[in-house]
């Protein structure tokens, strides 16, 4: 089962004091994942369509639930106070980042992500989001200094044309991936060159009005999983096959030489509106460590 019905930014207001609904996912195998979407932009989507002096941050406090995934969504165009806002909470080095952009709304889409993604963690923490440290993985996933909870705090954000998802977890190792749905970039050429001969071959199969979202299923789901390993483009496409007909369960079917990976990988399909398509990620935790199974 999807992740579903995301709310507009004028519904959403509407939701803001309600508790998030819960949602549960199943994977291939008979674990289930409670995936809990909430609701609230943390950058008030309000602000969209109203001025600054409305901006609402979210609750002041999170809990963790461990047997919980919590994914969020921020939109990215917020207007220059709250960019300049968010900037104040960047450390040197984002800062930094921040200012190599070459385009401006490349900057302030950064911006927006880093902040939110600072407030979402300092309310689960109760710390100051300027306070927070990241460390990064070679290959650039950023995770929390243990001091801040690295430990057992897990994460991911992915963005894509004006929205971001957030995902976090205690203790469950996440990937999440967003995309806009272009149908123009969903062919086989493309397909050929980044998923495996049976992804490929699952897509030439279908017929041609399933293969936009088949598609992107693929690259979400591959791309999830591959955030969620936090290895980057180190960990080969062709290696590993998901599931990708519409209609089929979103799962990690196989990756060569780990034969318990499509068991203690869960794949989740987060649906969207406005032409977007998500997916996370979730590694399942043993039953030996039940305190922090995902289920
Ligand atoms: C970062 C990477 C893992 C994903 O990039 P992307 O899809 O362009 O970007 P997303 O918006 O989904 O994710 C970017 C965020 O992931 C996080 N991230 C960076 N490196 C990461 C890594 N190695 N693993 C997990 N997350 C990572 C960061 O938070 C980053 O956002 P920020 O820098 O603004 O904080 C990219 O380096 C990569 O290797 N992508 C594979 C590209 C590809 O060929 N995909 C084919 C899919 S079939």
């Known amino acids: 089962m999807a992740c579903s019905r995301w709310q507009d930014a004028d519904s959403q207001r509407a939701l803001l004091p309600k508790q998030p609904w819960l949602f549960k996912a199943h994977r291939t195998v008979n674990r289930p994942v409670k995936v809990r979407a909430n609701y609230e932009d943390i950058v008030n989507t309000a602000s969209l369509i109203t ?20 994914v969020w969504r921020a939109w990215l165009d917020q207007p220059p106070s709250h960019v300049e806002k968010l900037l104040e909470t960047l450390s040197p080095d984002e800062r930094e980042r921040a200012e190599r952009f070459y385009f401006q709304k490349d900057r302030d889409h950064y911006i927006v992500g880093r902040g939110t993604l600072r407030i979402i963690l300092g309310r689960y923490l109760n710390i100051e989001p300027d306070a927070l440290r990241f460390a990064y993985s070679a290959y650039g996933k950023p995770s929390l200094t243990r001091e801040f909870g690295g430990d057992f705090v897990r994460f991911n954000l992915s963005h894509s044309y004006g929205l971001a998802l957030f995902a976090v977890s205690r203790g469950c190792e996440v990937g999440i991936d967003l995309e806009l749905i272009k149908s123009d970039f969903a062919t086989m050429a493309i397909a050929e060159k980044f998923f495996s001969p049976r992804e490929v071959s699952v897509l030439q199969r279908l017929s041609p009005h399933y293969r936009t979202e088949a598609f992107f299923n693929c690259w979400t789901r591959k791309e999830a999983y591959v955030k969620a390993r936090g290895e980057g483009l180190s960990l080969a496409l062709d290696k590993f096959d998901v599931s990708l007909a519409p209609g089929d369960p979103p799962a990690l079917l196989y990756a060569e030489g780990d034969p318990r990976a499509a068991r203690i990988w869960a794949l989740k399909e987060l649906t969207l509106d406005r032409g977007y398509v998500g997916a996370l990620a979730v590694r399942l935790q043993g039953e030996e460590n039940p305190a922090l199974i995902c289920h």
């Open 51 to 70: 001025p600054i002096l409305s901006w609402r941050p979210p609750r002041r406090s999170l809990n963790f639930q461990p047997e919980n995934i919590q």
